[in-house]
């Protein structure tokens, strides 16, 4: 769940940071979002329940097994993706485009003077910072 929840809020972060006078999410968005993380990850964890059993060995101690390999399999290739490739990439996504927003775009620098210009990479520090 909680990447899901780190996706979430760095596709907020691209947002406000690409589209900075876009409207902000309001609050019922905000918990409509955290609702269907709490929905996904309750899907993707029910997978288990399905597949494992708890089986009492010779010495009577309850040991949980599954029930196939292949359904073991299909889970590991399946959550690899969805819980760690795809978020991976999103996320990467994102920061690279936030990156590239604030320290590559190009600011019409030619009637400033000076300060003006050292005002605006300090701005680009911070926010940066505020976002690591």
Known sequence: ?????LVAISIDRFYVVIYPLKPKLRKKTCFLIIFFIWIIAFILSSYNLYNYHVE???TNVPRCTYI??????????????FQFLLPLMIIS?????IYHRIYKKDEPFFNMNNSNQIQIKNRKKVGVKFYI
């Open 1 to 5: 769940m909680s990447i899901l929840t």
């Open 56 to 58: 009492i060995d010779e």
């Open 68 to 81: 196939e390999e292949t359904f073991l399999k299909i889970q590991l290739i399946f959550l690899t993706t």
């Open 93 to 97: 996504f994102t920061v690279i485009s």
